[in-house]
C-alpha cells in the first residue's frame, strides 16, 4: 500500500494540493488499473481490498473520494459506504458487476454519489472522478458565498445557503449529487430538462452514454421527495412539478 504524508491533524488535502482517491476492489487486477490510471492522472492512491480495511483505511488517511466496488470479502460496498459515510461525508463513486437498477437505487441511498457498470473504460472512471471532486469543490465556494433566500415550491422548500431540502416541513437528507440535480430542475420550474442537459449541468458530462445515471439518481430522487414532483417527459427528459399558481 503506497505510503503518503498526512498534516498534523490527518486531513485531506487542501484545494489545489494533490487529492487522495482509496480504491476499494478485491479484483486486483482491476484495483492495479483503476490506481495506475489515477496516479497517471495526479491523484495519490491508496488501495483495500475488502469490507474491513475499506472502513479502517478510510478513517486513518481521510480521502477527498472512493471508487468503491460493491460486491466486497468481509462486508459489502454498502456497508462501507453507510459506515464510512456515518463518520465523514465523502463523495464515492460505486462500481457494480450487475446492471442491476436495484443495486444503483440503494448504492445512492445509502450515500455514493455515481455509480459505474462493469465493464467500463479507464478514461470514464478518470473523468468521472474529475467531476465528483469538481461538484465536492462547488460545493465549498457556495457555502461561504451562498445564494440568499429559500425557495418554496408548494410544500417543497430549497434552502440553496444551508444545502438543506424540506417536504412539508420535515428534512430529507439528500446526497450532493441529488441536491445539485434537484436545485438544476428548480432554477427553471416546469421546464423540460433534457437528459443531456442534465448531465451537461449537474455532472459536467457530455457524454450521452451517462443518461442511464440521470434515470437512477431521478428515481433516488422520487423515492425522497415525491414521485409526483418530477415529471417524465418521455424521450426527452425532467421536469419539477409545481403547485398550480
Same mark, same amino acid.
Given at each position: 500500500?503506497?505510503?503518503?504524508?498526512?498534516?498534523?491533524?490527518?486531513?485531506?488535502?487542501?484545494?489545489?494540493?494533490?487529492?487522495?482517491?482509496?480504491?476499494?476492489?478485491?479484483?486486483?487486477?482491476?484495483?492495479?488499473?483503476?490506481?495506475?490510471?489515477?496516479?497517471?492522472?495526479?491523484?495519490?492512491?491508496?488501495?483495500?481490498?475488502?469490507?474491513?480495511?475499506?472502513?479502517?483505511?478510510?478513517?486513518?488517511?481521510?480521502?477527498?473520494?472512493?471508487?468503491?466496488?460493491?460486491?466486497?470479502?468481509?462486508?459489502?460496498?454498502?456497508?462501507?459506504? %453507510? @459506515? &464510512?459515510?456515518? !463518520?465523514?461525508?465523502?463523495?464515492? $463513486?460505486?462500481? +457494480?458487476?450487475? /446492471?442491476?437498477?436495484?443495486?444503483?437505487?440503494?448504492?445512492?441511498?445509502?450515500?455514493?454519489?455515481?455509480?459505474?457498470?462493469?465493464?467500463?473504460?479507464?478514461?470514464?472512471?478518470?473523468?468521472?472522478?474529475?467531476?465528483l471532486l469538481r461538484r465536492v469543490?462547488?460545493?465549498?465556494?457556495?457555502?461561504?458565498?451562498?445564494?440568499?433566500?429559500?425557495?418554496?415550491?408548494?410544500?417543497?422548500?430549497?434552502?440553496?445557503?444551508? %444545502? @438543506? &431540502?424540506?417536504? !412539508?416541513?420535515?428534512?430529507?437528507? $439528500?446526497?450532493? +449529487?441529488?441536491? /445539485?440535480?434537484?436545485?438544476?430542475?428548480?432554477?427553471?420550474?416546469?421546464?423540460?430538462?433534457?437528459?443531456?442537459?442534465?448531465?451537461?449541468?449537474?455532472?459536467?458530462?457530455?457524454?450521452?452514454?451517462?443518461?442511464?445515471?440521470?434515470?437512477?439518481?431521478?428515481?433516488?430522487?422520487?423515492?425522497?421527495?415525491?414521485?409526483?414532483?418530477?415529471?417524465?417527459?418521455?424521450?426527452?427528459?425532467?421536469?419539477?412539478?409545481?403547485?398550480?399558481?
Open positions: 500500500m503506497e505510503q503518503t504524508h498526512t498534516g498534523n491533524n490527518g486531513v485531506a488535502a487542501t484545494p489545489g494540493a494533490q487529492r487522495r482517491v482509496l480504491v476499494v476492489e478485491d479484483d486486483t487486477t482491476i484495483v492495479d488499473a483503476i490506481a495506475a490510471r489515477l496516479r497517471a492522472e495526479g491523484f495519490q492512491v491508496q488501495t483495500a481490498v475488502d469490507g474491513p480495511a475499506a472502513v479502517d483505511t478510510a478513517e486513518a488517511w481521510q480521502p477527498d473520494l472512493m471508487v468503491l466496488d460493491i460486491m466486497l470479502p468481509g462486508f459489502d460496498g454498502l456497508e462501507v459506504c %453507510r @459506515r &464510512v459515510q456515518a !463518520r465523514r461525508p465523502v463523495p464515492v $463513486l460505486m462500481l +457494480t458487476a450487475r /446492471d442491476d437498477e436495484t443495486d444503483m437505487l440503494v448504492g445512492l441511498g445509502v450515500g455514493a454519489d455515481d455509480y459505474m457498470t462493469k465493464p467500463f473504460s479507464m478514461r470514464e472512471l478518470a473523468a468521472r472522478v474529475h467531476v469543490e462547488r460545493a465549498a465556494l457556495a457555502a461561504t458565498t451562498p445564494r440568499t433566500g429559500i425557495l418554496r415550491l408548494g410544500e417543497l422548500e430549497i434552502d440553496h445557503a444551508q %444545502r @438543506r &431540502v424540506r417536504v !412539508r416541513g420535515e428534512d430529507v437528507h $439528500l446526497t450532493p +449529487t441529488e441536491f /445539485d440535480l434537484l436545485s438544476c430542475l428548480a432554477n427553471t420550474p416546469r421546464a423540460v430538462l433534457s437528459r443531456e442537459q442534465l448531465l451537461a449541468e449537474v455532472w459536467d458530462w457530455a457524454d450521452a452514454s451517462g443518461t442511464r445515471t440521470v434515470d437512477s439518481h431521478i428515481k433516488a430522487l422520487r423515492r425522497k421527495i415525491g414521485a409526483e414532483r418530477i415529471r417524465t417527459v418521455h424521450g426527452v427528459g425532467y421536469a419539477l412539478e409545481t403547485p398550480a399558481p
